[in-house]
Nanobody, 117 residues
Framework: QVQLVESGGGLEQTGGSLRLSCAASGIIFTIYTMGWYRQAPGKQRELVAYITSGGTTNYADSVKGRFTISRDNAKNTVYLQMNSLKPEDTGVYYC???????????WGQGTQVTVSS
């Protein structure tokens, strides 16, 4: 059973930085693509960034150049370094694992990020 535990969120001012962490268990972490999603108030959950097992990364246009996703396979953990934060980055951030063609149906509790203007 996949378990994903996110942490590292908080309240930051515009222009600030936060580093999110997601500890995964119940999977062979090294072989899967991992991703970060976020859900802003009143909006659908969106994919922000992902990193493949080989280390290839991809970002949503809205965060490109500001966010960096990375993984530590020894710790079964994926990170999201968020710099130059904007109020529109506010939301609950979730990590997820892509098994084959699809992202896992289950979600962790997420971690709240709030960016004040």
């Amino acid at each position: 059973q996949v378990q994903l535990v996110e942490s590292g969120g908080g309240l930051e001012q515009t222009g600030g930085s936060l580093r999110l962490s997601c500890a995964a268990s119940g999977i062979i972490f090294t072989i899967y693509t991992m991703g970060w999603y976020r859900q802003a108030p009143g909006k659908q959950r969106e994919l922000v960034a992902y990193i493949t097992s080989g280390g290839t990364t991809n970002y949503a246009d809205s965060v490109k150049g500001r966010f960096t996703i990375s993984r530590d396979n020894a710790k079964n953990t994926v990170y999201l370094q968020m710099n130059s934060l904007k109020p529109e980055d506010t939301g609950v951030y979730y990590c997820n694992v892509k098994m084959g063609l699809y992202w896992n149906n289950g979600w962790g509790q997420g971690t709240q990020v709030t960016v004040s203007s």
